[in-house]
């Protein structure tokens, strides 16, 4: 990894995990969970593991060196980005930096070798139409061929990237740590707009298509609202520290958390304010917020649940004075199975959460 990058790494440690210097070294990863059919995938630093959604029995955990002894020299090292699962088979990129495709039903690696990077594999992987993209802190986004794992092209941002790409019917959009936004054209990832948006810092936010607008958040404080045919900015929002989150667009409005603690919504076709004032959690807020039932569920960075009115941002269960906690971190984003929220706490500790009232579950994984 380049040192500027462990820095910042370094840096967002402290502020999501407080956990002392000599531990940040170490890479633990905080993907969250993923509810696919037949599974619900969970990661921890080490290794993927896929559970049955019903009774949350253990059908395979990859690497597995005690069934399959080829797996030992596998050390995953960390997955932060959310894996991605098409015609059963699920794809993900490791801080290591290799990229794996697995047979959903077997969890075995399907290409003849995990694809290699030459940088750690920040954030998740994207699939488009017949390609599987990956992004790594080497500064290259990789196109990679979704049947082989053979590379098919690559674009290099000439820094590095965090952020987990966006692949769209008509474009890819890849964002870095010094500040630009890409839009590539998915056949040839020649690039689509006259420049990059360029952003006051780095940007480690995933982006998100709504509408005609692509919203993506940064180390600069700001959500940037920026139109996704010409790449120019469309309005922006500035908080009192970092949009980590991928926001969530529902009915027109904006809900994103940051990292000063709070949520935001903002009217989608203008940036402005609806609620009243902003939600402010415990921590910092990393995880995406989740709207179901009515009720917009929100983690904090310490596994603080809240349920909020998404009208007006007032609690409907949960507090401040005696949270409810998962009871320990979650930089991860949630899952919906059925009408329950799925969370992971960092290690891969699964939780199950009422979106009507917040009661939870801690899920006991069987073999």
Known sequence: MKASSLGLLAVAAVLFLGTACATIATPKGWSGPLAVDGAVLISSKNNITAVSPDTFVRLWTFPDD?????????????????????AGVVYFGAYNGDVYALDLEAGRPLWAQAFQTDGPVIGGVALGQDILYAASDDGILYAID?????????????ESIWATPLATEGAVYVATMDGELYALDPATLDPLWSGPFQAGAGLVSTPLLAGDTILIGGMDRELHAINAASGREVWSFKADNWFWTQPLVADGVVYAGSLDGNVYALALSSGDPIWPEPFAAAKAVRAAPILVGGTLVVADGKGNIYGLDPATGALRWGSLETPISLGGDVLGHPALLGTEVLFTTQGGTLFRINPQDGSLQRVTLQT
Not at 66 to 86: C, N, Q, S, W
Not at 146 to 158: K, L
Request: charge should be negative.
């Open 66 to 86: 005690k069934r399959f002894p080829e797996d030992e020299d596998i050390k995953l090292d960390g997955i932060y980005g959310t894996p991605v699962t098409a």
């Open 146 to 158: 979704p049947e082989s794992g053979v590379e098919r092209d690559r674009f290099d941002a000439g």
